[in-house]
C-alpha cells in the first residue's frame, strides 16, 4: 500500500507540472523544487525507524544540489544549440558526471 500512495503523489505532482506548463513557464520549473521526491525518500526512510539512516538520506539528498544545478545549467546551455530534447539529454549526462563525481570518487580514494 506504501508503495500505491507514494506512486500516485508522484503522478499527481508530474500532472501538476503539465497542467502548469500550458499556462506559463515559470510555475512548471519552480515545481520540481518541491521536495515531493525527496519526501517520498525520506518516508521510506523514516519508516524503518532508525534516525540515523534518515540523517544519511537527508544529507545524501542535499549533496545532489550540484547535480541538480549541472542539469539545469546543462539545459540552459544546450538549448540554444539543440532540439530540447537533446538539451535534456545532456543536462542528464551533465548531472550523472557530477553525481557520480559526489558519490563515488570520494570512496575509490
Known amino acids: 500500500m506504501d508503495v500505491i500512495w507514494k506512486g500516485a503523489l508522484g503522478g499527481l505532482v508530474t500532472a501538476l507540472i503539465v497542467l502548469a506548463s500550458k499556462k506559463g513557464d515559470?510555475?512548471?520549473g519552480i515545481l520540481?523544487?518541491?521536495p515531493t521526491f525527496a519526501l517520498i525518500a525520506l518516508?521510506?526512510?523514516g519508516s524503518k525507524g532508525d534516525p540515523e539512516g534518515f540523517r544519511t538520506a537527508c544529507l545524501a539528498g542535499a549533496k545532489t544540489i550540484p547535480a541538480y544545478?549541472?542539469?539545469l545549467g546543462a539545459c540552459w546551455l544546450l538549448i540554444g544549440k539543440l532540439d530540447?530534447?537533446?538539451a535534456v539529454l545532456g543536462g542528464l549526462a551533465a548531472w550523472l558526471v557530477v553525481?557520480?563525481?559526489i558519490f563515488v570518487?570520494?570512496?575509490r580514494g
Open 32 to 34: 520540481p523544487l518541491a
Open 43 to 45: 518516508l521510506a526512510v
Open 99 to 101: 553525481a557520480l563525481a
Open 69 to 71: 544545478l549541472a542539469f
Open 105 to 107: 570518487l570520494p570512496q
Open 26 to 28: 515559470v510555475l512548471p
Open 84 to 86: 530540447y530534447r537533446l
